[in-house]
């Protein structure tokens, strides 16, 4: 069990994990039900009302449109964000588990 003998296998595996780990932070940006979820927390602990910086800016990005056309597409634009948040999350995650089978199985490999 040499830990010399597949090296690019091992790093390799490194690698994506820290492209996972990487992606899974960016989706977190634009994730609307943990900003949610975390306004929620942060109510109930305070035992006040406490919505997120993240929330009220894009509430007020929506609200401050000019048209009701505008609002919609702002609108749209969140949700797209918000769905892509979901899938580089999701991908972010397998990426980390990958990376994680790629490192144990250089080491474990014969």
């Known amino acids: 069990m040499a830990f010399t ?3 690019v296998l091992f790093f390799s595996g490194l690698v994506l994990a820290l492209i996972g ?3 899974w932070r960016v989706a977190g940006r634009w994730d609307l039900k943990g900003h949610a ?3 929620a927390i942060k109510s109930a602990w305070n035992r006040r009302v406490v919505i997120s910086d ?3 800016e894009q509430y ?10 505008t ?3 702002r609108v749209a634009g969140h949700a797209a964000r918000h769905f892509a948040s ?3 999350s999701i991908a972010g995650m397998i990426a980390m588990a990958l990376g994680a089978v790629l490192a144990v199985v250089a080491v474990v490999w014969p």
């Open 21 to 23: 780990f990487l992606l």
């Open 71 to 73: 609002r919609a597409g």
């Open 54 to 56: 993240e929330l009220q």
């Open 86 to 88: 979901q899938v580089l």
């Open 37 to 39: 979820l975390d306004s």
């Open 5 to 7: 003998t597949h090296p």
């Open 60 to 69: 007020r990005d929506v609200r401050d449109a000019p048209t009701h056309m």
